[in-house]
């Protein structure tokens, strides 16, 4: 059952883009927001990007991530969680640039009754941050759960090495051009087309918008956020439930034949979907085993 929530405001927030994982990125952005914060009466100098309080929503259709910051600084205020969201939301109105004219990529910042303040990123962003991913070097944890059950890992190898065939039959067929084909480094993988053409400007929205595909994308937010959000975790555990998303999404999206006659963006867009997929488990993997998973069976 969808939870019915009473927007009371709503802005779009200019942001930059440049963070492997969404929370990470938007709790800095309300880290660095705190210092200006002073004009709340609240003592705030206990509060850090690594304290705030910022979960996603549930809905694998839509990326929306709720902030808590009003109920964190409600016991050092005599006013309301709403109240205290109300005013947090117009200083960070107040700060952003006067002219008209927005960047590509947008938020859109919402103030909730009784006091959340929830940041939906746009479609133009996730391309953004799509295309962000591929270039982002792989993070390097201090903590990391050694798994101890590897009864599950050939789902992992099966969709690390289809998702290697898949792009090596693409470049065989000219739909894209790989800077490696050997996928040993798989950082900057595309050559052409780049950037990969997610975004379709005349319908304002991703190519890639069907239900797999949101799904796959979704998966692919889940595992960067509690990669670099939680202080321990199982990267085997990430991997199988990245590969499961990814055996959906090649069931029910078809790349070749008509789809890369007809319609050879999305070809092109699934493509680097793909390729995502196979940079995300590789790193997991890498991660527990000094081997990469095989590239084809």
């Given at each position: 059952?969808?939870?019915?929530?009473?927007i009371c405001d709503s802005f779009n927030l200019k942001f930059e883009i440049t963070d492997f994982s969404?929370?990470?990125?938007?709790?800095?952005?309300?880290?660095?927001?705190?210092?200006?914060?002073?004009?709340?009466?609240?003592?705030?100098?206990?509060?850090?990007?690594?304290?705030?309080?910022?979960?996603?929503?549930?809905?694998?259709?839509?990326?929306?991530?709720?902030?808590?910051?009003?109920?964190?600084?409600?016991?050092?205020?005599?006013?309301?969680?709403?109240?205290?969201?109300?005013?947090?939301?117009?200083?960070?109105?107040?700060?952003?640039?006067?002219?008209?004219?927005?960047?590509?990529?947008?938020?859109?910042?919402?103030?909730?009754?009784?006091?959340?303040?929830?940041?939906?990123?746009?479609?133009?962003?996730?391309?953004?941050?799509?295309?962000?991913?591929?270039?982002?070097?792989?993070?390097?944890?201090?903590?990391?759960?050694?798994?101890?059950?590897?009864?599950?890992?050939?789902?992992?190898?099966?969709?690390?090495?289809?998702?290697?065939?898949?792009?090596?039959?693409?470049?065989?067929?000219?739909?894209?051009?790989?800077?490696?084909?050997?996928?040993?480094?798989?950082?900057?993988?595309?050559?052409?087309?780049?950037?990969?053409?997610?975004?379709?400007?005349?319908?304002?929205?991703?190519?890639?918008?069907?239900?797999?595909?949101?799904?796959?994308?979704?998966?692919?937010?889940?595992?960067?956020?509690?990669?670099?959000?939680?202080?321990?975790?199982?990267?085997?555990?990430?991997?199988?439930?990245?590969?499961?998303?990814?055996?959906?999404?090649?069931?029910?999206?078809?790349?070749?034949?008509?789809?890369?006659?007809?319609?050879?963006?999305?070809?092109?867009?699934?493509?680097?979907?793909?390729?995502?997929?196979?940079?995300?488990?590789?790193?997991?993997?890498?991660?527990?085993?000094?081997?990469?998973?095989?590239?084809?069976?």
């Amino acid at each position: 059952m969808k939870i019915q929530r009473n927007i009371c405001d709503s802005f779009n927030l200019k942001f930059e883009i440049t963070d492997f994982s969404w929370q990470r990125q938007l709790k800095q952005f309300l880290g660095t927001q705190l210092i200006n914060f002073s004009d709340l009466k609240v003592p705030n100098g206990q509060l850090s990007p690594e304290t705030l309080s910022l979960s996603r929503l549930s809905d694998r259709n839509s990326v929306i991530y709720r902030s808590a910051i009003a109920f964190q600084l409600v016991r050092q205020s005599a006013f309301s969680p709403f109240t205290l969201a109300a005013e947090i939301f117009q200083l960070i109105k107040q700060q952003q640039p006067k002219d008209d004219h927005l960047p590509q990529s947008s938020i859109t910042l919402r103030l909730v009754d009784p006091g959340w303040l929830e940041f939906e990123v746009s479609d133009r962003s996730l391309e953004i941050w799509l295309q962000t991913l591929l270039s982002c070097p792989w993070p390097l944890k201090q903590s990391s759960t050694i798994s101890a059950n590897y009864n599950h890992l050939f789902p992992i190898e099966y969709s690390h090495a289809r998702c290697c065939t898949l792009l090596r039959l693409a470049a065989q067929e000219k739909l894209i051009q790989l800077n490696n084909g050997t996928f040993e480094k798989n950082l900057s993988l595309f050559k052409c087309p780049n950037p990969i053409p997610w975004y379709n400007p005349e319908l304002n929205q991703l190519r890639v918008s069907n239900s797999a595909e949101r799904s796959l994308i979704s998966q692919m937010i889940i595992t960067t956020d509690r990669l670099i959000n939680e202080s321990t975790v199982d990267e085997i555990k990430l991997a199988n439930h990245l590969s499961q998303s990814f055996l959906d999404f090649e069931r029910y999206c078809r790349i070749f034949g008509i789809i890369a006659q007809k319609q050879r963006k999305l070809s092109q867009a699934r493509l680097g979907l793909v390729a995502i997929t196979q940079y995300l488990l590789q790193g997991l993997w890498l991660s527990q085993f000094p081997q990469p998973p095989r590239s084809q069976l």
